[in-house]
């Protein structure tokens, strides 16, 4: 059973930047494509950002040219490198395979001043 393992979130001003980690465990994880996912108070779970298992990444709108995906195999880690952010990010976020298996507690992100 593979465990998803989110850290990195906190409370920063707009403008701010955070390093977001997903831990995992249980499988080798490099010959998989994974996600971040983001749930705001009150909305739907929202599609973030994601890398293949070759590297090539895809974002949505809402965070393209802010946020920056990446994963290092070698310790089965997937990032978020969030940059500039805006109170609008504030959420849980949440990483997982794609497609998309048990998921984690996430990690709370709060933009405001």
């Known amino acids: 059973q593979v465990q998803l393992v989110e850290s990195g979130g906190g409370s920063v001003q707009p403008g701010g930047s955070l390093r977001l980690s997903c831990a995992t465990s249980?499988?080798?994880?490099?010959?998989?494509?994974m996600a971040w996912y983001r749930q705001a108070p009150g909305k739907q779970r929202e599609w973030v950002a994601l890398i293949t298992s070759i590297g090539n990444t895809n974002y949505a709108a809402s965070v393209k040219g802010r946020f920056t995906i990446s994963r290092d195999n070698a310790v089965s880690t997937l990032y978020l490198q969030m940059d500039s952010l805006k109170p609008e990010d504030t959420a849980v976020y949440y990483c997982?395979?794609?497609?998309?298996?048990?998921w984690g507690h996430g990690t709370q992100v709060t933009v405001s001043s």
């Open positions: 249980g499988r080798v994880t490099s010959g998989r494509g």
């Open positions: 997982n395979f794609l497609p998309a298996t048990t």
